[in-house]
């Protein structure tokens, strides 16, 4: 076993039978920071440096966001937990071949914006501030926790004419849950730790739970849905790619992949095409 795992464990574990309001505090604080900060890789950085920056920011943290294009026409990308914008950068030139701009930003404490911790919620609300500079977005593309995020957008005000939803978590009560048995945290653990979500990351509103539950706002989220998952991913498993599809029922898309776990998918150039003809199909796509 991990030592520090180990050390949580044994730690957490008591501290919650006696004191659950301090374990959790303490383990609100392992959950939201990411630990360590992506890279942009070597075959990314061509595409990186490409983009237009421009500040962004969300409860008082410093964000950078990326542009590929003028604006117009825009398709949203969020990545995932640990990642960084540039991780879609195989998608990039494709879609700016169809005449479409390109928006992302790195999340708090992800890539090169400021602070250390991030949630949800803030995904949600950088995304809702880039739909006030862009208007309605013609795509959003998201990878794992930025699909919870993007659902929650979509039924908050978000407006988009396709979903691109790739090793997706369909509900932020996945995290918590998933973050305690990874961890080997009781139960007690877990209830402490959703209470201070709820303080925290919803402001007090128990409800934001459902807020941030794709299955349970089916109605809220117009347009068509394709979400791709592999079967192996040990991150975020398969089920909640199903979960999904119950959910939406002919409205959504499903691919599963083989062999390609939770990171490598996004940058498969399988994924890729299926992605990028999934965006164009039906609409007016002016090739540049």
Known sequence: MDPTRGLIRTTLNPTARIAPG??????????????????????????????????????????VGYRWGSGERPVLLLHGWRSRASRFAPYVPRLR?????????????????????????EYRELALSLQERYGPFEAVLAHSLGVCAAFGALADGLRAGRLAAVSGVSRVGFFPAAFCAGLGLDAEVERALRERIERELFGGDAGGWERFDAARRVEAVDGPVLVVHDEGDTVVPPSEAYRLREAYGERLELTITQDLGHSRIIAEPTVVDQVIGFISAGREVAVV
């Open 22 to 63: 301090l374990a959790g505090r303490a383990a609100f604080e392992l959950f939201t920071h990411p630990v360590r900060r992506s890279r942009v890789r070597a075959s990314e950085r061509e595409v990186h440096g490409r983009a237009a920056t421009e500040r962004l920011a969300v409860n008082g943290k410093a964000v």
């Open 97 to 121: 071949a169809l005449g479409l701009s390109v928006v992302a930003f790195d999340a708090p404490g992800h890539g090169d914006s400021g602070g250390r911790t991030t949630g949800v919620p």
